[in-house]
């Protein structure tokens, strides 16, 4: 199944599951609905997190570099929450207008840049962190460890079971 054409798969639901192309969509809708319960607590939180950081004592410390990893790593996790929230924006917009298909697939694509704005968002935040307490050498590491974390577990083993066995 390939998610960016979900017009390929309608076969395949309506043989095996016996779904018509609605109650696919209103299925890929919760589904999608689901996952974004999941992660907008977290990034609000992450924002809210981020937000208060120039009113702590310490940040006056920080040098220039972690200030602009900072600018940055805010910048992805306020974009992070808006794509992650955009959903429900559209579904306001769009309710009662017969435009599910639409929905799901806006939806469907901003989901996914908000994941992927909120991994360089985390990994900013494990620099920052990093660099605070263990300094510059250890920011930068763990920067790394967890970009490559985050394209490992959210992009390639996905990418990998996509395109593996079909039919499931």
């Not at 890929?28 to 607590?41: F, G, I, K, Y």
């Not at 990034?43 to 310490?58: A, D, I, K, M, Y």
């Not at 910048?75 to 929905?103: D, E, K, Q, Y």
Request: with cysteine; net charge positive; charged share 20%.
């Amino acid at each position: 199944m390939d998610v960016d054409h979900p017009e390929r798969d309608q076969q395949w639901d309506s043989r095996e599951r016996g779904e018509t192309e609605q109650e696919r969509l209103d299925r890929n809708w919760n589904s999608l609905l689901q996952e974004l319960r999941v992660v907008q607590t977290g990034v609000q939180l992450l924002t809210g997190f981020l937000l208060t950081l120039p009113f702590q004592t310490r940040f006056d410390a920080m040098s220039e570099k972690i200030r602009v990893v900072y600018l940055v790593t805010v910048g992805c996790s306020v974009a992070a929450t808006v794509f992650l929230i955009a959903p429900v924006g559209m579904h306001r917009l769009l309710f009662r207008r017969h435009r599910i298909s639409v929905l799901v697939s806006a939806a469907h694509r901003c989901a996914y840049a908000g994941l992927l704005l909120l991994g360089l968002a985390l990994t900013g935040v494990t620099v920052i962190i990093f660099d605070a307490v263990a300094g510059g050498a250890a920011g930068i590491i763990a920067g790394v460890c967890a970009l490559v974390l985050f394209a490992v577990s959210w992009l390639l083993v996905p990418l990998v079971l996509r395109n593996g066995r079909k039919g499931a």
